[in-house]
């Protein structure tokens, strides 16, 4: 393909990622009000319960737009992921493209998955010790809608990108930069630095909601010990028969 024909293809593809965006913030519109009571769940089942306010006039239409806009993106991705894998392909050996569809598969399942860990097992426990850290009785603890909503955000953001690293290592694993000798020989550090990340995310001092948060680090990391041994086995294989 010349440079003009990869110009065009970038287009074409950037174009129906754009409609795969539009198309998923209607359905999310139509159902913006099901999203938003959802959004809202946390924070009603906080001890005490959370007084959320907000204190803009048109903020509740802004939040709406905001809430439609970041579900259609998350609703829309295995197509995005999808558009720039197709556009990636020709690049790609024939072996290689096979693995198009599964990549955008599992791409969008880890980070889907990260996203549910936030929002139904980490942040439940952040908004909780927020809601009761109140060091004086003076002073209401109400938040805004704006800044609840930004946590909530940041939070299945973080969440998804960080189950991104079985897939962030299956590519170091295929490009022969990560080994499964290499991760196992260090598998003592890296459950050092979980527990390190895990009691720094954690808002309280439990240490069972640490575990909590450090469980599904280790668990994603054994997998990707195995998911890097998949990968190194598929370039060894390749490479030998090349």
Not at 52 to 63: E, T, V
Request: hydrophobic share 55%; charged share 15%; glycine share 6%.
């Amino acid at each position: 393909m010349s440079f003009w024909d990869h110009l065009e293809e970038l287009r074409k593809r950037i174009i129906l990622a754009v409609v795969g965006i539009i198309v998923a913030c209607i359905i999310t519109g139509i159902f913006s009000d099901e999203i938003m009571k959802g959004l809202l769940l946390p924070a009603a089942h906080t001890n005490p319960p959370v007084k959320i306010i907000n204190l803009r006039p048109y903020g509740f239409l802004a939040i709406y737009m905001q809430v439609i806009l970041i579900a259609g993106v998350i609703l829309s991705l295995p197509f995005t992921l999808y558009q720039f894998w197709r556009f990636v392909a020709p690049g790609l050996k024939a072996n290689e493209r096979r693995w198009v569809r599964w990549i955008t598969f599992y791409t969008s399942l880890c980070f889907l998955a990260g996203i549910a860990f936030a929002f139904f097992v980490a942040l439940p426990s952040m908004l909780t010790f927020f809601a009761g850290f109140t060091p004086s009785s003076q002073v209401d603890n109400v938040w805004s809608i704006n800044e609840y909503l930004s946590t909530i955000v940041g939070a299945i953001t973080t969440g998804g990108i960080i189950f991104e690293l079985p897939m962030v290592c299956f590519f170091l694993g295929k490009i022969g930069i990560l080994t499964p000798s290499f991760m196992r020989h260090y598998r003592r550090h890296a459950i050092v630095v979980i527990l390190i990340v895990a009691a720094l995310v954690t808002p309280t001092p439990d240490p069972l909601t640490q575990l909590i948060f450090a469980f599904p680090l280790w668990f994603l990391y054994e997998v990707s010990i195995f998911v890097v041994a998949a990968a190194r086995k598929k370039k060894v294989a390749a490479d030998t028969a090349a």
